[in-house]
């Protein structure tokens, strides 16, 4: 049988790190089947990969635009113990795609809090953390969507400015690759928070915060918060220096200034 991918082998070496791998052409959405999975009583970690969705979801509802091509991937772990700080969680899935695609980039990667990707300000790739309830036991759902190699027509779909794998290196991976490292770094690093906490990612974090030291708008629902970006805690909150003195902030969309914040919030559906 045919299959989209140019070493689809690749995927075998993955079998060992996860109980099931199954691989789409097409489908709404990896979240969304990682979801129906988990609901159907299988208890296992498991691995969703698609060639393309007809209904990816991003954060705050919005849609995740999926050409064939790209690289859609949805990772559920079994939680075998209470989650803390699902938010720090967040920003732990975050820095391990970016370790992850930074084996192949000849240029830096930053990180936008909570947990997106960035290359001179430009979005290379976006998180959807979702957690699902169940018996026997709950999951974490970390959906990945990366761009990976998009035509120039597919960019203009995109209501953002974006780029891609193929803009940061000479010599492109080929998507199983990618795909396996990104497994390896999640599952190493979800062990070492679920042993250590945030603490040891915090540095990791602050160095590549794409805004630390900028001033920023914070929005959360009405909520509109601005002060100078000091990096995060040892509890992943964001700490901004206000007229208020430091403020910690636990969720919200960062943007440059309230005119960003108001249009893009005006843009979501
Ligand atoms: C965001 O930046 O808003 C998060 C985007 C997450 C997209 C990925 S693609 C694979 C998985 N399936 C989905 O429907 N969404 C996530």
Redesign the pocket.
């Given at each position: 049988m045919s299959t989209p991918y140019a070493k689809p082998d690749l995927f075998d070496q993955i079998r060992p790190l996860v109980d099931q791998v199954r691989v789409f052409g097409e489908i709404d959405?990896?979240?969304?089947e990682a979801r129906r999975t988990i609901m159907s009583g299988f208890t296992g970690s498991n691995l969703i990969i698609a060639n393309t969705?007809s209904?990816?979801?991003?954060?705050?509802g919005?849609k995740?635009v999926?050409p064939a091509g790209g690289i859609?991937?949805?990772l559920t772990l079994p939680l075998h113990a209470s989650l803390t700080q699902p938010q720090a969680l967040s920003l732990v899935s975050a820095i391990s795609v970016k370790q992850s695609l930074e084996s192949w980039s000849q240029v830096p990667i930053k990180l936008k809090w909570p947990n997106?990707l960035l290359v001179e300000g430009k979005k290379l790739a976006?998180?959807?953390l979702e957690f699902q309830t169940s018996e026997p036991m709950d999951h974490i759902v970390f959906?990945?969507?990366i761009n990976y190699s998009l035509t120039n027509a597919q960019k203009e779909r995109i209501d953002r400015e974006v780029t891609d794998v193929k803009e940061l290196t000479e010599k492109l991976p080929v998507r199983e690759e990618i795909v396996l490292s990104i497994c390896t770094n999640l599952i190493e690093n979800s062990r070492r928070f679920f042993n250590e906490g945030f603490d040891p990612f915090e540095r990791i974090w602050n160095a590549s915060d794409y805004y630390l030291g900028s001033n920023i708008v914070i929005k959360s629902g009405t909520s509109e918060k601005s002060g100078k970006s000091l990096g995060v805690n040892g509890k992943a909150d964001l700490i901004i220096e206000s007229d208020h003195g430091q403020e910690l902030i636990s969720s919200g969309e960062i943007y440059f200034d309230l005119n960003e914040a108001r249009r893009s919030f005006d843009g979501d559906t």
């Open positions: 959405s990896t979240n969304d969705q209904s990816g979801r991003g954060r705050r919005r995740w999926s859609y991937m949805s997106d976006g998180i959807l959906g990945v969507g």
